[in-house]
């Protein structure tokens, strides 16, 4: 069993089957917060002679306290609570140069201009990047005109699938390719490395035929190129070890990526 630690927490225990539960705001805006491994399928666990691989996302149960300051004004408390979104304090977000799912290699500077929502996945992931996939392609349609404005992308974390071919076939997969503004990254593994390092993302993967963990965090960059908010996508899983999370709350978590990008995208008044 895994845990995950929220945003500015440290991990805490918990049992499986439960439902994923948000954890406190930060309270204003600061340096990125620390975390630790996050998403994945650890080992397999022998219960009762049944094995299973299983991850357990464990936010820590909290009352409601002030709203967070910097949010945007469209997002309500609850939403910002359950996204765990935190904001961030503007500084420049890390450069990479990467190839995506179409073979084209660019740098993320080369989409300054529009507001970027960055994922970190694995493309043969079956646990929380097909849920944050769809909640992706969710958030493209709620984003309606705005969406010209907004690019989608996600780095690899997977460096044992790691070919372009490999980016092509999640992003069919999962309808990702649908979203014109949308490339999933990869590159040799020392590139890619230095991503998740710039990026805070922690990654395991000690062979070929393990599970990947990694961290699994949203940041929203204004088309300026600065980091501008972090938040923490969730998941459930059911006592089998599926991962899932209920229509209503992937709705949710959509509509409140599409509102942060259509804030960062829109032209200063």
Known sequence: MTTSATP?????GGATGGPSQPGPPASSPGTRPPRLLIYGVIAVVVIVAVAAATLVIVRQRHAAGPRPSGIPAGISTSLANNMLLTPLPHQRAPGFTLTDQAGQTMALSALRGKAVVLEFMDPHCTDICPIVSREFVDAYHALGAAARNVVFIAVNVNQYHASVADMAAYSREQGLNTIPGWHFFTGPTSSLAAVWRDYDIQVQAPNPDADIIHTSA?????PQGREA??????TDHTAKGTAYLPAAQITQWARGIALIARQLAAPAS
């Open 229 to 234: 908010f972090l938040a923490s996508p969730m």
């Open 218 to 222: 949203l940041y929203f960059i204004d």
């Open 8 to 12: 500015g927490q440290a991990a805490s």
